[in-house]
């Protein structure tokens, strides 16, 4: 089963905003709402930051926002700050297993 | 606080074994169903396993199906991975992470390194 596609990198400058997309099939993303993202800095444990499509746990910033059309899902950071560059992963259930994950973007914040 | 301490990362050969483990606090651990997911160093990460709340209910990814088990102890607050016939493609940190409903997970641990080479 391959992964999920994200950009292998994006970048924008503090106060921008960026939009990360995730691109899968009818199998996956197109055919269920359990869509999730999480935030990986380096040398740390992933931290999740969307849910269910587009829910925010509490005490994620609302700076970060998500939704989905057809195939593709996508995170949306606004008013980018340094301590958001990080990596940053989709996943989405499957028909064939649980959870499947992209192959992560990485964000530089300029 | 929701604390989940991975264990029994090692060095090992290809072709052995290793078993880790997840002890959870923090929350009533038998409502919960848990996932392992792997990282290759410098790589993306990748689902392992998952486990229901009934441990009868258990799914793996292609990669690991049949040579990984996954099991729980409610009574240890833990949840563990059995890795047999380990190969180079295992090495990986792996982490244990608490599922939510919605197949997305909360917390995770902080991973235990396993390192598969002769």
């Known amino acids: 089963q391959s992964a999920l596609t994200q950009p292998a990198s994006v970048s924008g400058s503090l106060g921008q905003s960026i939009t990360i997309s995730c691109t899968g099939t009818s199998s996956d993303i197109g055919g269920y709402n359990y869509i999730s993202w999480y935030q990986q800095h380096p040398g740390k444990a992933p931290k999740i930051m969307i849910h269910n499509v587009s829910n925010r746990p509490s005490g994620v910033s609302s700076r970060f926002s998500a939704s989905k059309s057809g195939n593709t899902a996508s995170l949306t950071i606004s008013g980018l700050q340094a301590e958001d560059e990080a990596d940053y992963y989709c996943?989405?259930?499957?028909?064939?297993?649980?959870?499947?994950f992209g192959g992560g973007t990485k964000l530089t914040v300029l | 606080d929701v604390r989940l301490v991975e264990s029994g990362g090692a060095l090992v050969q290809p072709g052995g074994s290793l078993r880790l483990s997840c002890v959870a606090s923090?929350?009533?651990?038998?409502?919960?169903?848990m996932n392992w997911v792997r990282q290759a160093p410098g790589k993306g990460l990748e689902w392992v396993s998952y486990?229901?709340?009934?441990?009868?209910?258990?799914f793996y990814a292609d990669s690991v199906r049949g040579r990984f088990t996954i099991s729980r102890d409610n009574v240890k607050n833990s949840v563990f991975l059995q890795m047999n016939n380990l190969r180079d493609d295992d090495t990986a940190m792996y982490y244990c992470?608490?599922?939510?409903?919605?197949?997305?997970?909360?917390?995770w641990g902080q991973g235990t390194l396993v390192t598969v080479s002769s």
């Open positions: 992470a608490r599922d939510l409903p919605d197949w997305s997970t909360d917390y």
């Open positions: 486990i229901g709340i009934s441990p009868d209910v258990a």
């Open positions: 923090g929350f009533t651990f038998s409502k919960y169903s």
């Open positions: 996943t989405s259930y499957t028909n064939r297993s649980p959870m499947l």
